[in-house]
C-alpha cells in the first residue's frame, strides 16, 4: 500500500487545515491509520490515531484535532482548528493493518506503512 498525505501549507494562528492521508494498492478502510509529526530539531511524535472508528489524541492537541475516515475514498482527514506556532512540523500518515491496540497505535514501530510528510507551518 501507497500513503499519500497533503493539505499541508502556511496559516496563521487560530487558523485551520485539513490533511489528507490518501491510500492506493489495498483498502484502508480496516486499517489502524495514524498521524505523527516532527518539529525541526525534534523527535517524531504521535498526534491521533482511528482504530476502526475508534479515535484517540495526544493530550497536547486533544480538543482542537479530529481525526476521520471516509472509507469511499480510501481516505483519512485530520482536521486541525486553533493551530498553535508549535504545530508547526511536518506530519506523516501511518497504516497497520487491522485494529491495533492503543499502545502500539501511538508508537512509530506501530506501522507498516508510511506517507512522504507535508508541511505545516503555523506563524504567530
Known amino acids: 500500500v501507497q500513503l499519500q498525505a497533503s493539505g499541508g501549507g502556511l496559516v496563521q494562528a487560530g487558523g485551520s487545515l485539513r490533511l489528507s492521508c490518501v491510500a492506493s494498492g489495498r483498502t484502508i478502510s480496516r486499517d489502524t491509520v495514524g498521524w505523527f509529526r516532527q518539529a525541526p530539531g525534534k523527535e517524531r511524535e504521535f498526534v491521533a490515531t482511528i482504530r476502526w472508528t475508534e479515535t484517540s489524541y495526544a493530550e497536547r492537541v486533544k480538543g482542537r484535532f479530529t481525526v476521520s475516515r471516509d472509507t469511499g475514498k480510501n481516505t483519512v482527514y485530520l482536521q486541525m482548528n486553533g493551530l498553535k506556532p508549535e504545530d508547526t512540523a511536518v506530519y506523516y500518515c501511518?497504516?497497520?493493518?487491522?485494529?491495533?491496540?492503543?499502545?502500539?497505535?501511538?508508537?512509530?514501530?506501530?506501522?507498516?506503512?508510511w506517507g512522504q510528510g507535508t508541511e505545516v507551518t503555523v506563524s504567530s
Open positions: 501511518a497504516a497497520r493493518p487491522g485494529r491495533s491496540i492503543l499502545s502500539v497505535a501511538t508508537t512509530e514501530g506501530g506501522y507498516d506503512y
